[in-house]
């Protein structure tokens, strides 16, 4: 795990060269890690997502609760006049490494996001997972349609003779 330090590490350095390049023990940089957690709340494919979205989303993903310090200060950035903004995927970028940055100067070694950025990848598997098996379920479906579709078509064919 020492490639994940390092890219929690490098948050607080502000070095953005370096959050690019570096892959974590899933092969995921930080940018792909955002991406991946900006599109899980961007369901309607608009490109922006309120904040109590984003917020929801780390709550139910960390099993944390919103009045707790790390997503209160990120509450706190992402929607500093409680009007429930809608956060644009750079907003997200930049604001969610500003909020890295905090949280690992405020752990020192980041051992607590490490865990919830292991959270996230493990739900996003799950979810990947899921998806896949309803993509095959659908197909199965769109099969099964389909044949049925021929046979009553068969049926009517021999019933008009």
Sequence with gaps: MSDSNDVWESAGSGSRD?????????????????????????????????????????QTMTSQSAEQDRLAALRRLLDPDCQDPH??????????????????????????????????????????????????TVAHGEDVNLQLTLEITELRAKLAR
């Design 18 to 58: 370096v959050l690019e390049d570096n892959k974590d023990t899933s092969g995921f940089s930080e940018h792909e890690l955002l991406d991946i957690m900006y599109n899980a709340c961007n369901t309607s494919n608009t490109g922006e997502v309120l904040a109590s979205t984003i917020l929801q989303y780390l």
């Design 87 to 136: 956060v644009s995927r750079e907003t997200f970028h930049s604001t969610m490494r500003e909020w890295i940055a905090q949280c690992s100067q405020d752990s020192g070694d980041g051992k607590d996001l490490l865990g919830t950025v292991a959270e996230l990848k493990h739900a996003h598997r799950k979810l990947s997972e899921q998806n896949s098996s309803l993509l095959r």
